[in-house]
C-alpha cells in the first residue's frame, strides 16, 4: 500500500524556518515526483513545490526563493525547507504523487504575525 506521510509541522514566528519531511512507503520512491502542496484556511488546496526522481525542482512564484525542496532517497523521504516564513504561509501542507494517491493528513503550519 502506497503511503505518504507529513511531519515537520508547527509554530512559528513571521521571518523564522520550518523544515517539513514527507516519508514514502509502498512505492519504489526514487523513481517518483514528489509534490507539496498546501491548504490555507478558505481556500482550495495549492501546487507549491516538486522534485523529480533526478532532483530536478520547481516552485510556485509565491515561495520561489524562500522554500527548497529536496530528496533523500536512502531515506524514501521528501524534505519542504521553508525559509522566511510569512503569516500568508499558514496553511496545511500536503505532500504527493502522480497519479495522486489518497491525500494524507498533512502537516499545519501556522506562522504568527
Known amino acids: 500500500q502506497v503511503q505518504l506521510v507529513e511531519s515537520g509541522g508547527g509554530l512559528v514566528q513571521a521571518g523564522g524556518s520550518l523544515t517539513l519531511s514527507c516519508a514514502a512507503s509502498?512505492?519504489?520512491?526514487?523513481?517518483?515526483?514528489i509534490y507539496w502542496y498546501r491548504q490555507a484556511p478558505g481556500k482550495q488546496r495549492e501546487w507549491i513545490a516538486t522534485?523529480?526522481?533526478?532532483?530536478?525542482?520547481n516552485y510556485a512564484d509565491s515561495v520561489k526563493g524562500r522554500f527548497t525542496i529536496s530528496r533523500d532517497n536512502a531515506k524514501n523521504t521528501v524534505y519542504l525547507q521553508m525559509n522566511s516564513l510569512k503569516p500568508e504561509d499558514t496553511a496545511v501542507y500536503y505532500c504527493?504523487?502522480?497519479?495522486?494517491?489518497?491525500w494524507g493528513k498533512g502537516t499545519q503550519v501556522t506562522v504568527s504575525s
Open positions: 509502498g512505492i519504489i520512491f526514487s523513481a517518483k515526483t
Open positions: 522534485i523529480t526522481s533526478i532532483g530536478l525542482t
Open positions: 504527493n504523487k502522480q497519479p495522486l494517491i489518497p
